[in-house]
């Protein structure tokens, strides 16, 4: 059974920074592509950035050069350094593989004064 478990979120002033992970079990992330969704209050559920199992990236047009996607393959976990946050990234923010179709809890990030 594969099961997303996401942590990191918090409550940060704009400008300040937040590295979110994502830790899934019942499937390595070695053998997967990944992806950081968010889903800000009130709209729909958009992809953040992906990362491939080969190492290539992509991120949305509203995160490029602020947002980083990484893995750690031996710990089996995936992480998205987020710097020079915007009130504008506030969302709950999932991780999920591309191939299946389950979401965790997701993790808080709010960004505010």
């Known amino acids: 059974q594969v099961h997303m478990a996401e942590s990191g979120g918090g409550l940060v002033q704009p400008g300040g920074s937040l590295r979110l992970s994502c830790t899934p079990s019942?499937?390595?992330?070695?053998?997967?592509?990944m992806g950081w969704y968010r889903q800000p209050p009130g709209k729909q559920r958009e992809l953040v950035a992906e990362?491939?199992?080969?190492?290539?990236?992509n991120y949305a047009d509203s995160v490029k050069g602020r947002f980083t996607i990484s893995r750690a393959n031996a710990q089996n976990t995936v992480y998205l350094q987020m710097n020079s946050l915007k009130p504008e990234d506030t969302a709950v923010y999932y991780c999920?593989?591309?191939?299946?179709?389950?979401w965790g809890q997701g993790t808080q990030v709010t960004v505010s004064p």
């Open positions: 999920k593989p591309r191939t299946y179709a389950v």
């Open positions: 019942g499937i390595r992330i070695s053998s997967n592509i």
């Open positions: 990362i491939s199992i080969g190492g290539t990236t």
